[in-house]
């Protein structure tokens, strides 16, 4: 897959800390969108999950996580085949 991951999230943020550094760790791709520097992007995260958390991960075959655990992310990864 070749499109790159989104992570929607807020510098403050705890569980959007873990998630990208877990994506440095992994030297994963992604692209930071931080929903407290544009209402165009907070309303963009609600809008693809229906509610207002972060971080929300939209993964290439355009399914997302709200809020996900390492484990979650590191087998959503393996199954896309990126890790």
Known sequence: MTAEIEVYGADWCGD????????KELNVSYTKHDVEKSDELRDKAISICGK????????PDGE??????????????????II
Do not use: H, N, W
């Not at 997302?64 to 085949?81: C, I, N, T």
């Open 16 to 23: 959007c800390r873990r998630t990208e550094r877990l994506l």
């Open 52 to 59: 207002q958390s972060i971080p929300v991960v939209v993964f």
């Open 64 to 81: 997302y996580f709200v809020e996900p655990s390492d484990p979650q992310m590191r087998d959503k990864l393996a199954e896309l085949g």
